[in-house]
């Protein structure tokens, strides 16, 4: 076989200058496409940073305010807060979930007074009440999570997250069942406005390891992870994921998300093929930490992998991505 000396296609045209890799681009990162995921303690600290998450603070209820309000004059339009919730509150029930006056909600009331037009995400599960760190109810023998009881007091939840004036509840325990549930009782609440954003093909993962340390929630002694084989998925299984995720949109989910994101890009640009719905992807703390702890030894450089690994994200099919960089992000999206 002889090749053409002279190749009539020649792709690199378009990849020549500045000007025409712009006009060329595909898929750009914009601000409204983040979501900061953002930790709320109580009292009157000043932010305490988490050791596994370079640039991550856990914010009193004042800095939460202030946080909100920069986020959003830097273009970003939603937020999920994940409260820090003192020890001592916290029993094998998760009893302080239901506290009408616990952290989460005063959180919600302060963003909704301080930053009106920002969107709010809550999570629903139970593992920041519980002494255990699991997502929900364990069953009488304490072998596993009881399915039905978990599900009944995540409606309550979603309740009272949802009178708060959060705009999405976010069901990230699991549970079979769950989405309708909570939509039946917000609805029986009259509660017809607020979302459903459905953590729908949530792995088991070990990627969630930095996260549990800046919640302070329990993990089995010796490791850095609780075992939640049981309800949060297989790493190996994307049938699995997809039904799953099918599963919540036919129960009411009005956006479905894949978590975490970077490694689970398949199940993404799968799922993106196969529902109509937004679809979210929770760049998750372990995502972050190591391409943090990469740059800090010289090994990558942070921002281009940064950039990289968002892009990927959407570019496999996310509408919306839940990322710690999004402050960072959403600031050098300004200046460019
Ligand atoms: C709680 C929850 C977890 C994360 C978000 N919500 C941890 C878990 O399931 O154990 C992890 C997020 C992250 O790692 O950034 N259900």
Same mark, same amino acid.
């Not at 304490?142 to 009881?149: K, Q, Y």
């Given at each position: 076989?002889?090749?053409?000396?002279?190749?009539?296609?020649?792709?690199?045209?378009?990849?020549?200058?500045?000007?025409?890799?712009?006009?060329?681009?595909?898929?750009?990162?914009?601000?409204?496409?983040?979501?900061?995921?953002?930790?709320?303690?109580?009292?009157?600290?000043?932010?305490?940073?988490?050791?596994?998450?370079?640039?991550?603070?856990?914010?009193?209820?004042?800095?939460?305010?202030?946080?909100?309000?920069?986020?959003?004059?830097?273009?970003?339009?939603?937020?999920?807060?994940?409260?820090?919730?003192?020890?001592?509150?916290?029993?094998?029930?998760?009893?302080?979930?239901?506290?009408?006056?616990?952290?989460?909600?005063?959180? @919600?009331?302060? $963003? &909704?007074? !301080?930053? +009106?037009? #920002?969107? %709010?995400?809550?999570? *629903?599960?139970?593992?920041?009440?519980?002494?255990?760190?699991?997502?929900?109810?364990?069953?009488?023998?304490?072998?596993?999570?009881?399915?039905?009881?978990?599900?009944?007091?995540?409606?309550?939840?979603?309740?009272?997250?949802?009178?708060?004036?959060?705009?999405?509840?976010?069901?990230?325990?699991?549970?079979?069942?769950?989405?309708?549930?909570?939509?039946?009782?917000?609805?029986?609440?009259?509660?017809?406005?607020?979302?459903?954003?459905?953590?729908?093909?949530?792995?088991?993962?070990?990627?969630?390891?930095?996260?549990?340390?800046?919640?302070?929630?329990?993990?089995?002694?010796?490791?850095?992870?609780?075992?939640?084989?049981?309800?949060?998925?297989?790493?190996?299984?994307?049938?699995?994921?997809?039904?799953?995720?099918?599963?919540?949109?036919?129960?009411?989910?009005? @956006?479905?998300? $894949? &978590?975490? !994101?970077? +490694?689970? #890009?398949? %199940?993404?640009?799968? *799922?993106?093929?196969?529902?109509?719905?937004?679809?979210?992807?929770?760049?998750?703390?372990?995502?972050?930490?190591?391409?943090?702890?990469?740059?800090?030894?010289?090994?990558?450089?942070?921002?281009?992998?940064?950039?990289?690994?968002?892009?990927?994200?959407?570019?496999?099919?996310?509408?919306?991505?839940?990322?710690?960089?999004?402050?960072?992000?959403?600031?050098?999206?300004?200046?460019?």
């Amino acid at each position: 076989m002889s090749l053409d000396p002279a190749p009539l296609r020649r792709p690199r045209r378009l990849r020549r200058t500045a000007a025409i890799r712009d006009l060329v681009q595909e898929v750009r990162l914009h601000p409204s496409d983040l979501i900061a995921p953002l930790f709320v303690q109580d009292g009157t600290d000043a932010p305490t940073p988490v050791a596994s998450m370079p640039g991550v603070m856990r914010f009193n209820l004042d800095d939460l305010q202030r946080e909100a309000r920069e986020l959003t004059a830097l273009g970003v339009r939603g937020i999920a807060l994940f409260p820090v919730t003192p020890p001592a509150l916290k029993d094998p029930m998760g009893r302080e979930a239901l506290n009408p006056n616990c952290l989460i909600l005063l959180a @919600v009331r302060a $963003v &909704k007074a !301080a930053a +009106p037009g #920002l969107a %709010i995400f809550t999570d *629903l599960a139970l593992d920041p009440y519980t002494t255990h760190g699991h997502d929900g109810l364990l069953t009488a023998d304490g072998t596993d999570v009881d399915n039905d009881a978990t599900v009944a007091v995540l409606a309550e939840m979603g309740v009272l997250h949802a009178r708060a004036g959060t705009d999405f509840v976010a069901p990230s325990d699991m549970m079979d069942g769950r989405v309708a549930a909570i939509r039946r009782a917000l609805d029986a609440a009259n509660l017809t406005s607020t979302g459903i954003l459905a953590y729908s093909a949530k792995f088991a993962s070990a990627y969630y390891g930095p996260f549990r340390e800046a919640v302070g929630s329990a993990r089995a002694a010796g490791t850095r992870s609780l075992d939640k084989r049981t309800y949060q998925l297989n790493p190996a299984n994307p049938r699995e994921a997809l039904a799953e995720a099918l599963l919540d949109e036919a129960e009411g989910a009005d @956006v479905l998300m $894949v &978590k975490p !994101a970077g +490694p689970y #890009l398949d %199940i993404l640009a799968q *799922l993106r093929q196969r529902t109509l719905l937004p679809l979210a992807a929770y760049q998750v703390s372990g995502e972050y930490a190591q391409l943090h702890a990469a740059a800090a030894r010289g090994w990558l450089e942070l921002e281009p992998c940064r950039d990289e690994s968002l892009l990927a994200i959407k570019r496999a099919g996310a509408d919306w991505i839940l990322t710690y960089f999004a402050k960072d992000v959403a600031r050098a999206l300004q200046g460019s």
